[in-house]
Each structure stands twice: as structure tokens, then as C-alpha cells.
């Protein structure tokens, strides 16, 4: 069905860019893949895989949320609430009452967490709209990763965007896009020839929407990704894209589509020099293993983790989480 919508958009309205291709395979109202399915058929987050992820992070908050006298967290793509409902248990057994504000787009994700959470003390949003002088933390864990991005290549010392016609081809058209050139200024680097790369500037837009939303705390970002160093070395040359379908990763986005993930290693590198341009600030970039080694301590392995199931559920969660997950925290200033 997502083929026919495409096709026949390409049709009536021409050539149409990756970042609207991806758009409409992830995000198309009703066949859309996060809009009519759950993706853990496909891949796992270690919210599935173990509650210690969410008291973990309750932990890791609980420090920022002290320093702002606040108990305010906001979560941007929550899917079902799995994460939302094991941050609350947390919260709850440490005596802590927070304000919990979840937003998801995905109508169908979105009242699967309602069915979840019910009896929780949640607030429930499809978008940011409706949200002002949000004074706490607002955080994502795997969202900028599946936001639609722009994709390039560098030819001959030209820059050409890749679009796809109405067959699904990909065609390179050559580009002189400001936009183009202002973000690679921004973000510093110098793109190699024969060299394909992602703008994703639906995550800037959310960082501006953002920021406007926040007056006072904290952005925390989680996601896959590097800084734009790692991203444009040689052995990257073929981009960024990554697909999931059925437990099994691949490169080819043009199957199974409205079916599978398609996502983008975020440039944590953009999100930083842009938070700057909206008022965030950088406070911290650390990997997920950084991070639980700054706030596990002794009295919470003896609290949570007491037993063998749980010893081996933290040791997963390092194992595959670890170092591929990357933390960042922006201070709104």
C-alpha cells in the first residue's frame, strides 16, 4: 500500500527527496509503520528488555531534577509507555511524585499507553502544541534516530541530493542549497568526494519547538549516533541509514515498505552546535556505560540488583546498550 501512495504521489506531483520518502514509509497516517504496529516485532529497547533501564534513568534525572527544586519530565515518543511505566514504579518506591508528560504522534502507540498507564498519574499529548513553560526535564530515548533526513552525496566535488522517481529509482540531482552548505559550516567538516551524508533538519526543527517549550531545565537526548568525526570518516562513505525488519538489520530502505524501520545514526555534533543557536547549552555527552557508572552505587546494585535474573539483565543492557547509546544533555540558558 505505502508503494501505490508513493507511486502515485511521484506521478501526479514529480520526483520526490529521501526525506519524504521516509516520511511516508515511518509516519503516513494510516499505513504509516509506527502509526499501526509495534516495532519490538523488529527490534528490541532495553525497556523491553529489563526495568533496571528505567530506574537507572530515574536515578540519572532524579540529580537534575534536584538541582531545579522540579519534578517535571516530559518524554517525546513514547511509544506504548513501557519506559514511562517503569520510571514511575521507580519514582514511586523512592517516594518521589513527579509530573509525567508523555507525547507521541502514533495515535495507535498512544492509546496502547493510555491502556498501560491507567491509574498512573500521566498527561497525554500527540504533539508539543499544547505544552508551554515546561520547567523540569524533557527527554527522548530513540526518537531523533527515526526522524526523516535529507540525504546527499558529493560528486565531483558537486553536491547532489538524492531524490526517487516513480519507480523507485534513486536519482542524484546536483544542489545549491544554502541550507546545505550553512550546515556543514556549522557542524565543521569538510564532506570527502564520492561521499553520501544525512542532513536531518526535522531535528533541528524539534530543537527550536523545543526550546521554545522549555523555560527552565534540562534536554536529555538518547539515541545511536556519533559526532560528525566519526560520521564523516572514510569507512562511512555510504551513509548512515540503517533498516530493521524481523529482528535482522540491513541497508536496503526501498523493501518492505511501511513494515520495517528505517532509521539514521544521529549527528550528535548538529544537535549541539544548533542547541547553541536556541538557547542549549552542552552540559554533558557520555556514552550509556559513562553513565551507569556515575550513578550506580552500592546501595542501588543491593536494592535492584539482587539476583541472578536481574544480574544478568544489567550485564545485557551494558552488553548492547553500553556504548552504542549515547547521552546528551542540553541546559536551557
Same mark, same amino acid.
Given at each position: 500500500m505505502i508503494e501505490n501512495i508513493l507511486k502515485n504521489e511521484i506521478k501526479k506531483n514529480g520526483i520526490i527527496s529521501f526525506e519524504r520518502f521516509m516520511e511516508t514509509c515511518l509516519y503516513h497516517e494510516k499505513y504509516g509503520y509506527y502509526m499501526k504496529k509495534l516495532y519490538t516485532e523488529d527490534y528490541l529497547t532495553p525497556q523491553y528488555v529489563t526495568n533496571l533501564y528505567g530506574k537507572i534513568l530515574f536515578k @540519572?534525572?532524579?540529580n537534575f531534577l534536584k538541582k531545579l527544586n522540579k519534578s517535571v519530565l516530559v518524554e517525546i515518543g513514547a511509544g506504548e509507555g513501557i519506559l514511562a511505566k517503569h520510571i514511575?514504579?521507580?519514582?514511586?518506591k523512592e517516594g518521589v511524585d513527579l509530573r509525567y508528560i508523555i507525547?507521541?504522534?502514533?495515535?495507535?502507540?498512544?492509546n496502547r499507553a493510555k491502556a498501560l498507564l491507567e491509574g498512573y498519574d500521566v498527561e497525554f499529548h500527540k504533539n508539543l502544541k499544547g505544552l508551554n513553560n515546561i520547567s523540569g526535564i524533557i527527554f527522548s530515548n530513540e526518537l531523533f534516530d527515526s526522524l526523516p533526513v535529507r540525504i546527499f552525496k558529493r560528486i565531483n566535488n558537486r553536491i547532489y541530493e538524492l531524490y526517487l522517481n516513480e519507480n523507485l529509482e534513486e536519482v542524484y540531482i546536483e544542489v545549491n542549497d544554502s541550507i546545505v552548505n550553512e550546515?556543514?559550516?556549522?557542524?565543521?567538516?569538510?564532506?570527502?568526494?564520492?561521499?553520501? @551524508?544525512?542532513i536531518n533538519l526535522k531535528a533541528i526543527d524539534m530543537l527550536r519547538e523545543i526550546s521554545k517549550k522549555l523555560s527552565n531545565g534540562y534536554l536529555v537526548t538518547i539515541d545511536y549516533g556519533y559526532s560528525a568525526d566519526e560520521l564523516f570518516k572514510e569507512y562511512r562513505k555510504e551513509g548512515n541509514v540503517i533498516c530493521h525488519y524481523r529482528r535482522n538489520a540491513h541497508y536496503n530502505p526501498y523493501i518492505n515498505l511501511g513494515n520495517q524501520d528505517i532509521t539514521c545514526l544521529v549527528n550528535f555534533t548538529s544537535l549541539i552546535k544548533y542547541g547553541e543557536k536556541f538557547s542549549l547549552k552542552c552540559i554533558m555527552f557520555k556514552s550509556l556505560?559513562?553513565?551507569i557508572n556515575d550513578i550506580i552505587s552500592e546501595e542501588f546494585l543491593t536494592k535492584y540488583i539482587n539476583n541472578i535474573k536481574k544480574k544478568f539483565e544489567f550485564l545485557y543492557l551494558l552488553l548492547n546498550f553500553g556504548d552504542k547509546y549515547k547521552v546528551l544533555v542540553q541546559k536551557k540558558i
Open positions: @540519572f534525572f532524579e514511575l514504579d521507580a519514582a514511586k507525547v507521541e504522534r502514533s495515535e495507535f502507540l498512544l550546515y556543514l559550516r556549522v557542524i565543521n567538516v569538510s564532506v570527502p568526494n564520492n561521499f553520501k @551524508f544525512e556505560k559513562d553513565i
